[in-house]
């Protein structure tokens, strides 16, 4: 029979290569949209015709429960959030509503409605923030640093305590920082490759950064979404780590886009006071032992392919 799916969150960049992913293993993909004045669909374009979209918020709990009355779903994956780490801490009650209540409001419309539905909880590396361990596991002590990080362990949580308490077969990954050209503008990544690409067409001549000195353990959203899935196909719930197990600074990501195109970043990036944060996560490294060997994960893109994929995939935007 064919399995259902429901992604929330189907319009950012995980819901958009999740979606591919699960239709190419033969799912009926539902994803829910939320409403607004102008559709920004972009990401899930090439896949409209394929996509069942159902209408509601994470910040309407009878809103959930009517999409899951009308999809069905076998697994659901809650992929929505307020995702972007600075806006938590200029609307720290919204990012709470969202990212952390969200989920709470989605496992009680699942568990009054079906009980037999697989859940993933998209939890985040920034949970493990002023890290008390390097590298990091499933066992590592969680210390959030912004509210979006406090909001995230909140809903790891409430997903570990529903599944103990009510018997749900639900799931946290815990995924560090992943990328690809559908990345929002606004993270370092996206915002890096999209200058690069501007200033080589000639549109721009300066990048205005934050902290060049963070870690981040970067890999490939394409290759992450495989994970997901792969949690939900266990006998038995558990939560993973997924990384490359590398570390590189925003600075190592500013000098290979630039050289990927023959020019110099010191020529163009300025540091700017305005894109530092309140408080920084310095530096971030996940273990993916567990994935590996339960799951049979691996990344295949590592950092250097990623970022120069990104940048080959903005200059062709931008050429357009
Ligand atoms: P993203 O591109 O920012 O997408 C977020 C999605 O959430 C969008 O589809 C957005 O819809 C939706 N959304 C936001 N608020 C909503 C609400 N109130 N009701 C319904 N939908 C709402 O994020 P992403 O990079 O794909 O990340 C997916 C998930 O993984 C997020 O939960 C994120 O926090 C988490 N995560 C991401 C990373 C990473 O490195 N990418 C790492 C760890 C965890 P609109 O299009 O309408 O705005
Ligand atoms: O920042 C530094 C910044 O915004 C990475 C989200 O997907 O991954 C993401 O969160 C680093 C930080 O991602 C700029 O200070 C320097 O140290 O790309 P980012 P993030 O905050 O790590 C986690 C795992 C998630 O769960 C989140 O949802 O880069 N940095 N200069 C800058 N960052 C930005 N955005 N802009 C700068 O100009």
Not at 37 to 60: A, K, N, P
Not at 109 to 117: E, I, Y
Not at 156 to 178: K, M, P, Q, W
Not at 205 to 218: F, I, P, Q, S, V
């Amino acid at each position: 029979m064919t399995k259902r799916a429901l992604i929330t969150g189907v319009t950012g960049q995980d819901g958009s290569y999740l979606a591919e992913l699960l239709l190419d293993e033969g799912y009926e993909v539902y994803g829910m949209v939320r409403r607004s004045s102008t559709e920004r669909f972009e990401r899930i374009e090439h896949l409209r015709d394929r996509l069942h979209l159902v209408h509601g918020d994470l910040l309407d709990g009878s809103s959930l429960g009517r999409v899951l009355e009308e999809s069905e779903p076998d697994e659901v994956y809650n992929l929505a959030a307020q995702s972007f780490v600075p806006t938590s801490w200029t609307e720290p009650v919204l990012t709470a509503q969202f990212t952390g209540l969200g989920v709470t409001r989605l496992l009680e419309a699942l568990r009054s409605t079906r009980r037999d539905v697989r859940f993933y909880q998209a939890s985040s590396s920034e949970m493990f923030g002023k890290v008390l361990e390097s590298p990091q596991s499933e066992t590592t002590p969680f210390y959030p640093r912004s509210p979006y990080g406090v909001a995230k362990v909140y809903g790891h949580y409430i997903t570990v305590n529903y599944r103990e308490s009510y018997d749900l077969f639900a799931v946290s990954g815990i995924l560090f920082n992943h990328e690809s050209p559908r990345r929002g503008l606004e993270f370092v990544t996206r915002k890096v490759s999209h200058a690069v690409a501007s200033i080589k067409l000639g549109l721009k001549d300066e990048l205005r950064l934050g902290n060049l000195d963070a870690r981040r353990d970067w890999g490939f959203a394409g290759d992450y979404v495989r994970a997901m899935w792969a949690m939900l196909q266990r006998d038995e719930p558990a939560d993973y780590v997924i990384a490359t197990g590398e570390s590189h600074t925003v600075g190592e990501c500013v000098e290979v886009a630039f050289a990927h195109v023959g020019l110099d970043w010191k020529q163009h990036v300025v540091q700017d006071e305005r894109f530092m944060r309140p408080a920084e996560v310095d530096l971030l490294v996940g273990d993916p032992s567990k994935a590996r060997a339960e799951l049979g994960w691996e990344p295949e893109v590592r950092f250097a392919e990623l970022v120069r994929m990104m940048v080959d995939a903005d200059i062709e935007l931008l050429s357009r």
